[in-house]
């Protein structure tokens, strides 16, 4: 029953980033909400499943691209066993620690994303416009997926 | 404590392996399988979300659109027997153009028949790189069908299908950093190279040294390009580099014809491909 709530609430994810990108996004740029719930999933999950979102997370934002398949996969994982590593050390539970935290990964993963199009396939798909402005919206919008997500987790034991 | 940490070692191993083969791998069949199971698996969320989205986004605007409908058919009602006249003279001038084509065996030119669709959603994590449009394999979209946008009545170059499903398809954009569009210009015995390079403007290459080309002309598909109908327009040459010591043609900056990534409606053309080009199709597709 619980894998199936963590499908519908993958899925959900999925529609609203897809929504959201569709009808709102500003000159071509909008928060990742798919990024900020990876996030969320790896600060509130045990290590297994957040490593298991973010894998999933990743791979959807691969499928809805057209460059390396399998890149994001590898980055959100990587982001999740990080996550997993900082929060024995670090409070993430905190709104502030969360946007400092989504602030930061977001360019690490952005320019670890690069790294990798860059060396596998010559592709170079950064985008400075999302670069400077991605960071600053994901950081807003971490704590609104974060406190989602704690509530899915406390009503229906999800994640 | 250490159980968990094993097996967040061992999970964290396993999806990284996975990815791994995935970028490593990305023409194998089980790398193809994966890419086509996930696509199938979230292709509800896509399909039906666009669906209603549209028709929920437009509930008000559809009330006026009934109420115009009645006045602008009547309007159209008279406006079609004019056309039919223009129609039927076009038809005999396009016979003819057919005709005398075929005889000067000089291209392969062929009319743009297809179908419209709408946009359905831009990743701004790949802005220039690919959308997704509402017509798929269900619509007769095929493979490397060329798609095409307008605006303000201008026509250009978008991109080419690059992945289809039944009810939506992705299409490559020219300004994808893997695309390119062998092009020439009107009237000019040269062709370039438009390649994509992720922003909005596109990187003319392979220009010969010594051509005319200036700012401002239009370049448009080539007829010595297969996968795309000839004459498209393509983009506008904004500037131009001088040739540099190392190389031996010389390169310019070309804006899209069109602003592709404003695109709301394409128009995908269906054609039939070359022979030569058609077995390279059904070579991908098996």
């Known amino acids: 029953m619980r894998l199936i709530g963590d499908i519908l609430l993958y899925l959900l994810t999925g529609i609203i980033y897809w929504w959201w990108t569709t009808n709102l996004s500003v000159f071509g740029a909008a928060p990742n909400i798919v990024f900020a719930a990876a996030l969320s999933a790896a600060i509130i999950a045990r290590p297994a499943k957040a490593l298991a979102y973010g894998f999933f997370f990743g791979i959807y934002l691969d499928m809805l691209g057209s460059n390396l398949f399998g890149a994001y996969a590898l980055t959100y994982t990587l982001m999740a066993y990080g996550i997993y590593i900082m929060k024995r050390h670090l409070d993430l539970v905190s709104p502030f620690s969360q946007v400092v935290a989504a602030f930061t990964l977001t360019m690490i993963s952005t320019l670890f994303y690069q790294g990798l199009s860059l060396t596998l396939a010559k592709i170079n798909p950064l985008q400075l416009k999302a670069f400077l402005v991605e960071p600053f919206l994901n950081a807003l919008l971490a704590p609104v997926v974060f406190y989602f997500f704690a509530q899915f987790k406390r009503r229906f034991d999800l994640l | ?286």
């Open chain 2, 1 to 286: 404590m250490n159980r968990e940490k094993d097996m967040a070692n061992y999970t964290a191993v396993f999806f990284i392996f996975i990815s791994a083969l995935l970028l490593l791998f990305p023409s194998t069949r089980i790398a193809q399988t994966a890419r086509i199971f996930c696509s199938y698996s979230l292709y509800p969320s896509l399909h039906y979300g666009s669906k209603y989205d549209h028709f929920i986004r437009n509930v008000p605007d559809n009330f006026l659109n009934i109420l115009k409908t009645d006045q602008e058919n009547r309007a159209l009602t008279v406006r079609i027997k004019e056309l039919e006249i223009s129609i039927k003279a076009a038809e005999a001038a396009d016979e003819e153009n057919r005709r005398l084509t075929s005889e000067m065996g000089l291209s392969r030119n062929i009319a743009l028949k297809g179908v419209w669709a709408r946009v359905i959603n831009k990743n701004p994590q790949d802005w220039y790189g690919a959308f997704f449009i509402n017509k798929g394999a269900k619509d007769g979209i095929a493979l490397n069908s060329t798609v095409v946008g307008f605006e303000n009545g201008r026509v250009g170059l978008a991109g080419r299908v690059l992945e289809i499903y039944q009810d939506f398809s992705k299409v490559l954009l020219i300004t994808n950093s893997v695309s390119s569009v062998i092009c020439s210009l009107h009237g000019a015995n040269f062709e370039g190279l438009a390649e994509g390079r992720g922003t909005w403007l596109l990187k003319m290459n392979y220009i010969p040294e010594g051509s005319a080309i200036t700012e401002g002309a239009e370049f448009v598909t080539s007829p010595g390009g297969l996968l795309f109908p000839q004459g498209l327009p393509v983009g506008r040459v904004q500037k131009v580099y001088p040739r540099e010591s190392f190389m031996n043609f010389i390169t310019a900056d070309v804006a899209p014809a069109i602003t592709i990534n404003a695109l709301k409606e394409v128009y995908v053309v269906k054609r039939d491909f070359p022979a030569d080009l058609a077995v390279i199709q059904e070579t991908l597709k098996k």
